[in-house]
């Protein structure tokens, strides 16, 4: 249930282990490697975007009849999972080939790409073998939670911009809130829905999403006792008492509506226009890992 890419090197030579490890260390997200039954792993996980693939060696005898052969070095990208997995990860795998002078192998199906190949390639690659895994676990009866492609797109755009996000908006407000965008399964709907919390109608990012849960914590007996209230909302219907409040920032080329200190007051007073529901019971949260997209 992985897309498996063989690196061929003339010979089967072994590949420059001390260079391709060094090369890791200037990367993002690549993790120290590890020994794991008789091979050497680098693991690269974002934890912004839970995208997370594996390269791996294992020593191979050369084969010095063949002009290429497997070198030892594979990459793993898993199926079942949301498109932007492997497109976050073919740019990586695409400048492996590239740099240390290998050319990669689909390991079920034999295709070769070249030693510099497009990414794209990489990512049509993994969408055939995806395809064909899913298909054969419908097959079998599995569960599988599938949102729009546009709507895993998005997500990912987001969550890969929050860092530079956060640290440009809290140069201005240190206490405002980047929220991290959640799929949660309706019972009553059998679908996915995204999610994010808006806590204590403070200042916060307004990304797009289906719900809104307003998180807050209201106080009684004169302030000595706190409870925490949840609902949620609407995001249509709270855009549309609340976008007047709002300001839009654009960043790396991708505009948020924003909420400032100044003006949460303002989007807070609109709520009570707004139906709200209580019944966070009817959802269960899914890892962003386990929502497939339509298309893939």
């Not at 990414?119 to 419908?138: F, L, Q, S």
């Not at 807050?216 to 925490?228: A, D, N």
């Not at 890892?287 to 497939?292: E, N, P």
């Amino acid at each position: 249930m992985s897309l498996i890419l063989e690196y061929l090197s003339v010979g089967g030579l072994r590949p420059d282990l001390a260079g391709f490890d060094a090369w890791t260390r200037e990367a993002d997200h690549f993790q120290e490697p590890v020994e794991q039954d008789g091979q050497k792993i680098w693991w690269y996980r974002n934890p912004f975007t839970n995208v997370y693939f594996s390269v791996s060696h294992r020593h191979v005898d050369p084969v010095n009849e063949e002009m290429w052969a497997p070198s030892g070095l594979e990459a793993l990208v898993n199926h079942m999972r949301p498109e932007y997995f492997v497109r976050e990860a073919a740019p990586f795998l695409s400048a492996l080939a590239r740099d240390f002078g290998l050319v990669p192998r689909d390991a079920d199906t034999g295709q070769i790409l070249s030693m510099d190949p497009d990414p794209d390639e990489i990512v049509a690659m993994w969408g055939e073998g995806n395809r064909m895994v899913r298909e054969e676990a419908v097959d079998q009866g599995k569960k599988i939670h599938i949102v729009p492609k546009e709507t895993n797109d998005r997500w990912w755009e987001y969550s890969r911009r929050r860092p530079r996000l956060e640290e440009t908006l809290r140069k201005e407000d240190p206490e405002i809130e980047v929220p991290e965008i959640h799929f949660l399964h309706s019972r009553p709907l059998d679908r996915i829905l995204t999610a994010f919390s808006w806590k204590d109608h403070g200042a916060t990012v307004f990304p797009p999403s289906d719900i809104v849960v307003i998180d807050r914590t209201e106080k009684h007996m004169l302030g000595l006792r706190k409870e925490r209230k949840l609902s949620y909302v609407s995001y249509d219907a709270l855009m549309r008492q609340a976008v007047g409040a709002m300001k839009s920032v654009e960043i790396d080329g991708m505009v948020y509506r924003v909420l400032s200190k100044d003006n949460a007051w303002r989007a807070a007073e609109r709520l009570p226009a707004i139906p709200q529901n209580e019944d966070l019971d009817a959802f269960q949260n899914v890892h962003s890992t386990r929502v497939a997209d339509d298309a893939s």
